[in-house]
């Protein structure tokens, strides 16, 4: 058995892919005919390897290859329940569909993981020709969860969320958890990232704004850049031991008005100027020199720049040609896998247009085919490939394609070039030489102790010190304390005394986030995402606590900020006010008790007013009026010493 935590980085993968037990020879005869053919030599190059294997392949299986479905649990074809995948379903869209590119929803322990990734691989491998199945996720390494978006859970280490990382602006802190992040998901079975974001956030009220690096282009650009290369192990593109990044979303998506998302059919247009535009464009350029071996295109329609000239086709970026083959493959010469996001070919029914509480929208009726909704599914497919889709996110059903293809709408040459894309990176990721996983390996490493002490030190350092009024911070441990938001062992872990009316405390510590409301509850997305209001109000029940503490006691307030707070109605009854991106009690009390130093500075600017957010443009950062705090601002306190 490995400790927990014990284990060096250079000796992972040898836990992960067998060890020195590993066969010599890691031939596998995979269309089982009993010869080594060019695509199962692993000595050969990759581009053969490719031409040989499309050689073999039938339409009906290149078809297959455009697709990236989700791996079915039982009751879930989107695999969002259950501790299993279901195995018939699963093989179902293997051997039928010919389907080898999935996305795991799956939250188990890292050994069940692994132990169900394999089980999706032997599937596979069974198959006519063996190909190997490219397993991708959402983020699992943070603290936000949005169903569809983002989860937690499952045992992986745990870091603020990416504008924690933005809030201390360092690239090198970005490569290491780029690297500790790939170790885990090799680790499992888990293959290809759909992240980073790298969208400019530019609109305070948008509810993906958590998952950026915040509001300055050149900060956006520099830490995506170190994110695709500490997944990737380096800067010219996947290695066998990496995992590949699919950066995202291409291009304007943080620039929608309200910020009302492009998941929603009420937010499928983001209007641009052409000044903001190309501020959004180069939020991504790091990340594309680093060679990411994959980028998303937006869901929204954009409006309002021009593209080599002309005027962009009100179609959303998964079907515009001028966003994805002018714009990415010409003009930026990027040359990776596009990857559609999710279910852009899916129709747009009444309960997606227009859910209400007796028809609210559910996964069935989910579709996002902006500006081609009155088309239908088979001319959203030909329009996307040639658009310059390679593969189509959230698709389980080849048959529009192969009928598209078999009618003369598909080019020959258009398919060949999509499919080589998908099977190159499976090659690149040396899935066809071994994609097994040990499950033991994998208990002993995802979430390990190191790794973990290392995300315990970026949630400490990454929270931003606002405020600290006669210097409140650091607070001796011994103290009373009257808490809201806080867990009271994590308090007394830290050595103070929780106490149950704050007249008795000597301090208060009160935890809190940004506010929003459900202004669509009956969209599937809306429902779950943070919209609307920024500001604090004296009705909100954690403006009472703060109240009700301040009235007796110094009261120190940190704000969990998934999106730019307004601090106006609680900033007069604190003390000191710290902001988190993503961080436990243990380490918001280590920063107040100077065990820990808050180190981050503001990723975004903080308005004063929602009448000052509704001034400022949705498109630009941080454009609004004179802010209560600018992008940039943090409190630096000494590092106390502990003896």
Known sequence: MVMRGRIAAASLFALVLGGAGAPADPWRDLNHDGKRDVYEDYRAPIDRRVEDLLAQMTLEEKAGMLLHASLPTPGSTIGFSGRTYDAVAAKTLIDQRRISSFITRLVVSPAELATQNNAIQRLAEASRLGIPATISTDPRHHFQATLGASTTGGGFSLWPDTLGFAALGDAETVRRFGDIARIEYRAVGIHMALSPQADLATEPRWPRFAATFGSDPATVSRLAGAYVEGF???RHGVTKDGVATVVKHWVGYGAQPKGFDGHNHYGRHAPLTQAAFDQHVRAFDDALAAHSAGVMPTYVIVQGPTIAGKAIE???????????????RGEKAYRGLILSDWSITRDCPQACMAPDAAHPQTPASIGTPWGMEEADVTTRFVKGLEAGIDQFGGADDPAPLVAAARAGRIRPVRLDEAVRQVLRLKFALGLFDNPYVDADAATNIVGNALHQAKADAVQRASQVLLRNENALLPVAAGKR????????????????TVVDDPAAAEFALIRTATPFETLHPHHFFGSRQHEGR??????????????????????????EMDRPAILTAIEPMTKAMLVTFGASDAAVLDVISGRAVARGRLPFALPRSMADVERQSPDLPDDGPDPAYPRGVGIMLPVRSHH
């Open 314 to 328: 009100p179609v959303a970026a998964g079907f515009n040609k001028q966003i994805l083959t002018g714009l990415l």
């Open 481 to 496: 304390v009257w808490l809201h938001g806080v867990a009271a062992a994590a308090a007394r872990a830290a050595g103070f």
């Open 534 to 559: 920024l500001d604090f109000r004296p009705e909100d029940a954690d403006v009472k606590a703060i109240a009700r503490a301040a009235a007796h006691v110094p009261t120190i307030v940190a704000v």
């Open 232 to 234: 990737q192990q380096g």
